[in-house]
């Protein structure tokens, strides 16, 4: 398959390694192709990985992963060109987090509206599923947690990306996926991220995550 991802930070760059070591044709883009962590980046993954700009990583992509700051998202997919989204899936990994105050952080939107429903709105043919926006890069593939990785989270418009995607989320180690429903379901996932950032300030780790625990 080949995957473009919007993005450069350690994000893009985690699931990038990831889909490129799944022998996916992985290209990153961002407004410095050519930076050195990039160069890097394409060291690391060999002939798996390639790098440009935004809208030739969503052109190349079958499926597209936005892998930004929440404050650059909408700007970065209508940078990349909303048509080069048309009928794929979507990986929206994003978070509003507002860090103005310091932290833990606030957010900028919600939670009457969400930065998964904006994005949706910004892609109407796209089949966008929020995901991996409740971890840290560190965890996002093969993850590693005492007792076994949970199930992640995801929700989304769409019943067959919804699928696709917790394909993929199997595919990078993780037993499964909770499907909490439609797209409008990010305002909850997102709100979750600061006490997420709280709690990991508490125990003084980015490796954790949370696990729905039920009969």
């Not at 990153?28 to 935004?54: F, I």
């Not at 499926?63 to 048509?83: F, K, N, Q, R, Y």
């Not at 409740?134 to 007792?147: A, E, H, L, N, R």
Request: glycine share 14%; charged share 20%.
């Amino acid at each position: 398959m080949k995957v473009g991802i919007l993005g450069s930070g350690d994000v893009a760059r985690a699931l990038g390694r990831g889909f490129a070591s799944r022998g996916h044709d992985v290209m990153l883009g961002s407004r410095e192709p050519e930076s050195e962590k990039l160069r890097t980046w394409k060291k690391e993954v060999g002939g798996r990985g390639s790098t440009g700009t935004s809208e030739q990583a969503a052109t190349h992509g079958e499926m597209i992963l936005v892998c930004v700051h929440g404050t650059g998202a909408e700007e970065a997919v209508s940078t990349a060109g909303p048509d080069h989204f048309q009928g794929k899936v979507v990986i929206d990994t994003t978070n509003p987090l507002d860090t103005s105050r310091g932290f833990p952080p606030g957010l900028f939107v919600g939670i009457t509206d969400s930065l998964g429903e904006r994005l949706q709105r910004k892609l109407p043919g796209a089949k966008l599923v929020k995901a991996f926006n409740t971890i840290s890069s560190v965890q996002m593939v093969d993850p590693k947690f005492p007792g076994g990785a949970p199930e992640l989270m995801i929700c989304g418009n769409d019943a067959g990306a919804k699928a696709r995607v917790t394909e993929v989320a199997k595919e990078l180690g993780w037993p499964g996926t909770l499907d909490l429903g439609g797209i409008e379901a990010s305002r909850w996932m997102e709100a979750f991220v600061p006490l997420w950032v709280t709690v990991g300030m508490k125990l003084n780790t980015w490796h954790h995550a949370a696990k729905w625990v039920h009969p």
